[in-house]
Structures are given as structure tokens and as C-alpha cells.
């Protein structure tokens, strides 16, 4: 378990150096920046004390390794838009878009599993159908449109919600957070809604058919034949085997939130990293963009490294220290 | 043919099974009756597909869908059970009747311990506190022959081989006290070597704790060891009845005398062994009157036309035209 632990984590380093020279990759092939920051008018005595204050006329292999100290250290460089240090422009952002994230998944999880559970049990009972009928809208229809859609319906016909922005945000110094007031849940629902329809649906009907197919296994019969209640069988017994494939692809959608909150937070002009990263590629800033980079990737990591422990607390197959002592 | 209700633990009366399908509604269990006694041993015998493990399925009702009972009763300790609701026979599994199914890998879940599986069956069952359902957890184990018990109930079922699952498979079967296990092929998965001990293990645990037993088999050696009495089925019907000694030495009906044939003797002279021409008909395509008419070496054109049912012969039951006698035949098809 432990040499696991070691080797995926050895795995995570390799992949996140990987990363890191594309990301580094971008400032050398990506125009020249002196050409975005100084005017047309400057000298040329002017654009090489800039290149040189930004670390510019080093030779390349020099420049990675001082960025991936750089990396290491949490400085990210300055943008070059906003001559403000990345890190500072993330922490910033990064809390938005935490929370949307996190909004998201938990509400497609929290929703997506018990319907999942419910359509594979009840086959064809009208609520399983009505669920399947929305689930292919939530599949079918792009993300831009649903949120579109939603700001017709509840923000501009009904005027329930605010259309745009994060509103009532309170600063914990370390981090900014919405959900402490009225006014940040209120701002928050519909991004999130967006965001998580189309993973609501992928977990309900890979859940469903998760459980058609466990529903038909020798344990599950043999279950029923001891007389266990319908919940222990389903929810314990069912559910559980469901939850390898389940973890999997909770854990790669949770990457792809990230990918996707682009869309979700231009159209709702949600002030976090996907709108960042859009307003530094219109201006080619480098820097916010290579950063975003490595930062996605890292999360990306992470939630891969998360995802296989969770493996291991899931199905006692895989621990495989354990499985020398059962050769019985 | 119905004997007083009292004795009988297991009563099943003309039992059909069938399945609803676009192009016809299949009989898979076709007007089937017998009884089994409080610790009395049933042996089924039949080929794939005769309809016993269905039987066993609509007796604890566990058919699954589309599969129904469409006639007959089933009657446990006199009060039916085929007609109860959802929530009535579940009480009724595990409890009163036990079920033990063929592959002992598949039965178990993976993901949870042996013993968390034998404490969640104990606790259905009876109001046990954690710790008094893990002593009788352990206890079940080692009354089922698992070495160590105290070690293995914390082990998860890859830790087990396949004797030993199928050991703590009857463990859960029976740790409710059923008066009756339905076993369904209980040794078929199984190595040879290790069969024969499932099997004693059966007995000797029924024996002691008075269950009855309807065994499910194709094996005709079980049979012989195990069975107090044997019902061989044929196409979803019974064909013959009787007591396991009876049925075994002086088989009545044509096709329980082929399935005798088909079994190696040691010392045998005969080259080969003899075996039933043609195979078991499909659902769909079971003929008119007695099912077995195209394979039967005796058959006759009533055979052909109308359905024999069971009738007394010396002391066992046979559905044949053949032993037609002092008994009034009935002309039903």
C-alpha cells in the first residue's frame, strides 16, 4: 500500500515536470511578450531592460530551471497584462472557481446517484422515464444554451436570480467565499446548476446501469434468498459494487468542471480562473496562462492520486498485501 | 395423493411457472406436486433446463421477472406462501427457508467481509446486539468447518477458496435456522475432491438441526448418498416420485430408467454407456401429450395424444401410460 502510495506519487512528479516544460514551452514559442507590454514607440535600450527584468535573455535550459524553482517557491511570474504577480491574480480567482466546482459535483452526486440507484431499480416505473427523458436534454443540450436558457427563465422572466456575477462574497482574508450569505448562494445556484447538468446525467445513467448489472449477480440473489431488507440489498449490497466505475468518472469529471467552468463562468461572468485564463489568452499573457496550466494539471494529479486510494478503501481485491495471506 | 397437512413441512400443489413472452407464453414448471417432511432430504434430478431450479426459485419466491406463478399453491407448515406480499415472504426467507446456490465465487459479495455478511444476515433475523452476532458469527464458522474462525470472519471472500466459500455460503444458508434448504446444484462448481465434503457437511448439519432439504441436482451419485426421497422432472414436469432406494434400484418411467443407464458402474462390461436419444425438447416446443414421446423407446400413440399423469406404482408415483391400472387414467391433455 505504502509502495503504492510512493510509486504514484513518483508518477505525479514525472508528470507534473512534463507539464511544466510545455507550460514553459509557451514563452518560447508564443511571439515575443516585450512587443505586448512596451508601446510602438519604445527604444530599444527600453525593450531590453524589460527583457532582462523579466529574465528574458537567459539561455532556455537556464530559464526552466529557474521556473521550475519559481514553481516550486509559489511565484508564478508577472503578468504581463496586469503587472501583478500570477499567484496573487490565482488566489484571487482560484476561490470562485473552487466553489462552483465544488457546488457542482456535490450537487451531481448528491442528486445524480439516488436517481441512478432509483431509474435501476424501478425500471419502468413513469418517474425513471421522466428522469431518463431529462437526463438526455442534460447530455444533449451544450452548456452555454442551458445557461442561457436559465438566465431567461429565472433572471430575466421571473427575476428570481441575479443574472450575472458574484454577488454577497465575504473575505476571509485567505479566501473569499459565498457561502455565507443569502446573496453568494443566490448568485451561485444558477452557475452551478450549469455546471453540473451534464455530470448530474452521466453519474445517474452510469449508476443505472451500474446497478442493472449487479442487480443480476449471484450475491444479489443470494442476498434475497437470506431475507436481507430491500435497503440493506440495494444500498449496501448494490450500490457499493456500483461505486469503482462511479469514483472513476466522478474523478475525471471533476477535471473536466474545471475544463468546462470556461463556458459556465464567461456566460455568467463568474470571476474565477476560466474567465481569467479567457482574458489571458485574448491578450497572449503568458504568464497567467502557462500558470493556469500547471495549476489544472496539478489538480488534475491530485484528483487522480485521490481517486486511486479511494480504490483501495472501496474494493479489498486491490490490497494486494493482503491477498498473499489468503492463499488458502 | 395428498398427505395429511400435518406432517408436511413443504407442500407444493400443481405448481406452474411460466413465462410471458411476444410470441407466447412459455410453461416452464408444468402442474407440478410434492410435499417434503420436516428433515426429510428431496433429491430433483433432471437435465438443464427441467424446470428445478425454477421450482426452487417459485418456492421462495424469487423468480425473476417475467417469470411468474401462474397456478398452484405452495403451502409451508400448512399457510400459503405463494401468494404473500413482498415484504411477507422476505420474512420468510433466510428464516424459514434457507436457499444455497450453485457457484460458491459468484455468492458472496466481494466487498464485504465473511463476517459482516454472516452479522447482517444474523441481525435480520433476530435481535442480536453486534457483539453476541459475532460470537455466533465465529460459531456458525467453525460448525461449517472454516479452520480459525476468530482469524477468518475478518477476511473477505478472495481470502477463501472455493470449498471453503461454499462452506460459509451454507453458514449463511442455515444461520437463521430454516426448517427447509432449497440447494441449488450446491456441488457442481466444485472440485470432485471437495465435493463430497459439501455434501457431508450438508447432511450432517441438517440432521442435527432438523432442516429438511430440497437438493437440486443432476448428479444421480448425490442423489444416492444424500436423498431420503427423489423427484426426477422431465420438460417442467414430474415424472416419477418415489423413495430415493425405490427409484434408484427399480426405476419406473422410461426416462428415469435412461438417466440410470447413463451412469458408469465401476466394473462395468459394457463398452459404452447407454444414453437417451435426441435431447430435452425447448420450452416452446414441448409435444403434445406425454413430453418424453419422442425419445421414449416404449411409446405408444396414447402417449402421443394424451398427457399421462401421476399415479401410484408399488410404492413410488410415475407419470407413464405404461404402468396404467388399476388407477382410472385421466384423459386430460
Known amino acids: 500500500m505504502l509502495a503504492f502510495i510512493i510509486q504514484r506519487l513518483l508518477q505525479a512528479v514525472v508528470v507534473m515536470l512534463s507539464v511544466s516544460f510545455v507550460s514553459f514551452a509557451l514563452f518560447q514559442f508564443v511571439g515575443d511578450p516585450i512587443n505586448n507590454m512596451v508601446g510602438q514607440d519604445a527604444t530599444e535600450a527600453q525593450r531590453e531592460l524589460l527583457r532582462e527584468r523579466l529574465g528574458l535573455n537567459e539561455p532556455w535550459p537556464l530559464q526552466f530551471i529557474h521556473y521550475i524553482g519559481n514553481i516550486i517557491q509559489g511565484e508564478f511570474g508577472l503578468s504581463y497584462r496586469l503587472g501583478i504577480p500570477v499567484e496573487d491574480l490565482i488566489a484571487d480567482r482560484l476561490p470562485a472557481t473552487m466553489e462552483l466546482v465544488l457546488v457542482s459535483a456535490f450537487m451531481a452526486l448528491a442528486l445524480g446517484v439516488p436517481m441512478g440507484v432509483y431509474t435501476g431499480l424501478n425500471r419502468n416505473s413513469w418517474l425513471s422515464r421522466l428522469f431518463l427523458t431529462i437526463s438526455l436534454i442534460g447530455i444533449s443540450l451544450p452548456t452555454f444554451v442551458i445557461g442561457i436558457l436559465l438566465i431567461l427563465i429565472f433572471g430575466v422572466w421571473l427575476q428570481w436570480l441575479p443574472t450575472f456575477g458574484r454577488a454577497g462574497v465575504v473575505d476571509l482574508g485567505w479566501w473569499t467565499t459565498s457561502f455565507l450569505t443569502l446573496d453568494g448562494w443566490r448568485s451561485l445556484i444558477m452557475p452551478s446548476i450549469t455546471l453540473a447538468l451534464f455530470q448530474l446525467t452521466l453519474i445517474m445513467r452510469l449508476i443505472r446501469a451500474e446497478m442493472l448489472e449487479v442487480l443480476r449477480t449471484d450475491y444479489i440473489k443470494f442476498a434475497r434468498a437470506r431475507g436481507l431488507r430491500n435497503r440493506a440489498v440495494h444500498f449496501r449490497h448494490a450500490l457499493k459494487n456500483t461505486l469503482v466505475p462511479v469514483i472513476t468518472i466522478t474523478g475525471l469529471q471533476i477535471g473536466s468542471l474545471l475544463a468546462f467552468s470556461i463556458i459556465t463562468e464567461t456566460v455568467f461572468q463568474w470571476p474565477g480562473m476560466g474567465l481569467l485564463i479567457l482574458q489571458a489568452i485574448q491578450f497572449v499573457d503568458i504568464p497567467v496562462m502557462s500558470s493556469y496550466l500547471v495549476l489544472i494539471a496539478f489538480l488534475f494529479v491530485l484528483i487522480n492520486l485521490v481517486v486511486d486510494l479511494l480504490y483501495f478503501i472501496v474494493d479489498p481485491r486491490l490490497r494486494l498485501d493482503s491477498l498473499s495471506r489468503g492463499a488458502h | ?333
Open chain 2, 1 to 333: 395423493m395428498t398427505t395429511p397437512a400435518e406432517s408436511n413441512l413443504l407442500e407444493v400443489q400443481n405448481l406452474r411457472v411460466d413465462f410471458p413472452t411476444r410470441r407466447g407464453t412459455l410453461i416452464a414448471v408444468d402442474d407440478v406436486s410434492f410435499e417434503i417432511k420436516a428433515g426429510e432430504v428431496l433429491g430433483v434430478v433432471g437435465e438443464s433446463g427441467a424446470g428445478k431450479s425454477l421450482t426452487g426459485a417459485a418456492i421462495i419466491g424469487l423468480l425473476e421477472p417475467p417469470g411468474r406463478i401462474s397456478g398452484g399453491e405452495v403451502r409451508l407448515a400448512g399457510k400459503r406462501i405463494d401468494n404473500l406480499a413482498q415484504e411477507q415472504i422476505r420474512q420468510i426467507r433466510g428464516r424459514e427457508i434457507g436457499m444455497v446456490f450453485q457457484d460458491p465465487l459468484t455468492s458472496l459479495n466481494p466487498l464485504f467481509r465473511v463476517g459482516e455478511q454472516l452479522i447482517e444476515t444474523l441481525q435480520t433475523h433476530a435481535d442480536l446486539d453486534e457483539k453476541s452476532a459475532r460470537k455466533q458469527a465465529i460459531d456458525w464458522l467453525a460448525e461449517v468447518g472454516i479452520p480459525s474462525p476468530e482469524v477468518r470472519i475478518d477476511q473477505y471472500p478472495h481470502q477463501f477458496s472455493g470449498g471453503m466459500r461454499q462452506r460459509v455460503v451454507i453458514a449463511l444458508a442455515l444461520c437463521a435456522n430454516p426448517k427447509l434448504i432449497i440447494a441449488d446444484e450446491p456441488t457442481t462448481a466444485l472440485d470432485v475432491s471437495i465435493q463430497a465434503q459439501i455434501i457431508s457437511l450438508l447432511k450432517r448439519l441438517c440432521r442435527e438441526h432438523g432442516t429438511a432439504v430440497m437438493l437440486i441436482t443432476h448428479d444421480m451419485g448425490v442423489i444416492a448418498e444424500t436423498a431420503d426421497r427423489v423427484a426426477v422432472m422431465y420438460a417442467g414436469r414430474l415424472v416419477e416420485i418415489g423413495e430415493a432406494r425405490k427409484v434408484i434400484q427399480n426405476a419406473k418411467h422410461p426416462y428415469t430408467l435412461g438417466l440410470m443407464g447413463s451412469i458408469p458402474t465401476i466394473g462395468d462390461t459394457e463398452e459404452e454407456l447407454r444414453q437417451i436419444q435426441g435431447s430435452m425438447p425447448r420450452l416452446a416446443e414441448i409435444p403434445e401429450g406425454c413430453a418424453f414421446n419422442p425419445r421414449c423407446p416404449n411409446v405408444s400413440d396414447r402417449c402421443r395424444k394424451h398427457r399421462p399423469e401421476l399415479q401410484s406404482v408399488d410404492e413410488s408415483s410415475v407419470a407413464c401410460w405404461l404402468f396404467e391400472d388399476a388407477a382410472v387414467p385421466s384423459e386430460l391433455s
